[in-house]
């Protein structure tokens, strides 16, 4: 299971606890451990504890059917996984290094912020589906929260935008902050074109289109008679946005049918696109620009780090995981 819950970089999405430490002397590489995938700074990744993460990994992608994957299948995974995993290795290490931990009140509130996007009850089935321990959790939200503090102390404080660097950003890409035109329309859906026809017969009658809306309309906007707020383009489905961006202000639409059911349309409202000023956009600008240098950032210091490590991957183990292995028991909390 890839914890789709765990809200960080992409580097970050897959954090497996591999620890222990050996060295990486130039015996081992001639004759290897199969019992270990690799070494980094003489810290080992377990030919275990990478199975079972790649399991996790398969089964967040659908391959965990009784259809076992093929080898081919298998492999880009592995690749990926090793390449993380050892990444992740290297920064807990230079957290180390900087004596960077987290408390665990810190982990206690990560697990709740993350426990807090399922409904009671589910959470714990999401970690059950994943063979994840609350333990084992705990230890995942620990290496995350303490990797964000490496960056956060020691590459994102040499991020520093300057006024100039924000305008010139803007002038470069002023179409992206401009102002969409919008339409703010409403709606009402029934089940067949018969019934939508009968609607239609009514407000052609002169009823309120908000009143039929809250009689007859199954969309849950039906409370507030239709009304589906301001949107620009692309933000609603393409058939509401084709017919609504062409109607005027106060016009109704004939019968019109989508996967969702028969509707009529009402314009309540438009606002024409407009260019921003810099004034308008700046922290928008600035939040974006600062989230681009940061990744830039980031990336190279874990490029350098790579560069300066001792790393080691036994390839003849790596080789020889073939097959998504067999899911060890559930974890108990």
Not at 224 to 241: H, K
Request: hydrophobic share 40%; with cysteine.
């Amino acid at each position: 299971m890839r914890l789709a819950f765990v809200r960080a970089a992409p580097l970050l999405a897959t954090l497996a606890l591999a620890v222990g430490l050996a060295g990486c002397t130039k015996k081992d590489q001639e004759d290897p451990d199969a019992n270990v995938v690799a070494t980094v700074n003489g810290e080992v990744l377990s030919r275990a504890e990478f199975e079972q993460e790649l399991w996790r990994e398969l089964a967040s992608t659908g391959t965990e059917s009784s259809q076992q994957p093929t080898p081919e299948e298998v492999e880009p995974y592995k690749r990926a996984l090793v390449e993380t995993l050892i990444s992740r290795m290297l920064l807990l290490q230079e957290a180390r290094t900087h004596n960077i931990t987290v408390t665990p009140e810190e982990v206690d509130r990560g697990v709740l912020r993350l426990s807090s996007d399922y409904p009671s009850g589910n959470f714990n089935e999401v970690l059950a589906q994943g063979q994840l321990s609350m333990a084992e959790l705990k230890t995942r939200e620990a290496a995350r929260l303490t990797i964000e503090k490496l960056f956060a102390h020691q590459v994102y404080t040499r991020v520093a935008l300057t006024e100039e660097e924000l305008r010139a950003h803007f002038a470069a890409h002023e179409a992206e902050y401009a102002e969409p035109e919008q339409v703010r329309a409403a709606q009402i859906v029934v089940k067949g074109m018969d019934e939508a026809r009968r609607v239609q017969a009514q407000l052609k009658a002169g009823k309120k289109f908000a009143d039929l809306a809250r009689r007859y309309s199954l969309s849950a906007d039906a409370k507030v008679g239709g009304d589906l707020g301001f949107f620009p383009r692309g933000q609603m489905p393409p058939a509401f946005d084709e017919v609504v961006f062409k109607l005027g202000v106060g016009q109704s639409s004939d019968v019109v049918e989508t996967e969702y059911g028969y509707h009529l349309f009402r314009v309540l409202e438009k606002k024409p696109g407009r260019k921003l000023e810099f004034a308008e956009v700046r922290d928008q600008v600035e939040t974006k620009l600062l989230a681009q240098r940061r990744a830039e950032a980031q990336g190279k210091y874990e490029q350098e780090l790579r560069a300066k490590a001792k790393v080691w991957v036994n390839e003849a183990t790596l080789q020889a995981i073939r097959e998504r292995p067999a899911p060890q028991a559930t974890a108990k909390q």
